[in-house]
């Protein structure tokens, strides 16, 4: 499908905007003029149920930030995923958007709400804290301290070897 058809993209805001469509396209004409008064030249798109926005072209759904991926530089390179650079799931803005495995993308996220410490990769565990990193499909044991504050600070000297580009240790 060819998104350049139905969307012009903002760079100024990451939004993807209705065309006015050719009334030919819609099985009478009445259907077509409703249409563009009521969608060409607006914001397109909804939020989905997992806070990402979401288009539907003639039943197609797909992803906001996909599309927009998709009229830069073509479909996602295979196996890989977007990652939003600042974790804020309706930025799309093409600057903001990156390819990323799954690891990658799951390291670049803020902490877990359930998260007891208040600090990324940092845990109570009896009497003391530890911190542990996720990389290379395996849980890495980083130490015991006697504060949070000194796990954390762990935490973050390993994120930066071991997740490069995508640390996020907030």
Known sequence: MNWHDF??????TGNLIWKRRDLRSFANER????????FAGN???????????????NGNKKLAHIVIWEMHYGPVPDGKDLD???????????????????????????????NKSGF???????G?????????????????????EEAHAAYCEAA????????RTA
Request: a positive charge; hydrophobic letters at 30%.
């Open 84 to 114: 939003h650079c600042d974790t804020v799931k309706t930025n799309n803005r093409i600057g903001n958007l990156r390819p990323c495995s799954n690891d990658q993308n799951a390291w670049n996220t803020g902490i877990r709400k359930m």
């Open 7 to 12: 969307f012009t993209y903002d760079a100024d």
């Open 128 to 148: 003391a804290w530890v911190a542990q990193i996720r990389a290379n499909g395996k849980n890495n044991y980083l130490g015991r301290f006697r504060s949070p």
């Open 160 to 167: 930066k070897e071991m997740h490069g580009q995508f640390a």
């Open 120 to 126: 990324k990769g940092v845990a109570p565990h009896k």
């Open 31 to 38: 259907m077509g003029k409703v249409w563009n008064t009521r």
């Open 43 to 57: 914001v397109a798109g909804g939020k989905h149920n997992c806070g990402y926005t979401h288009v539907s072209v």
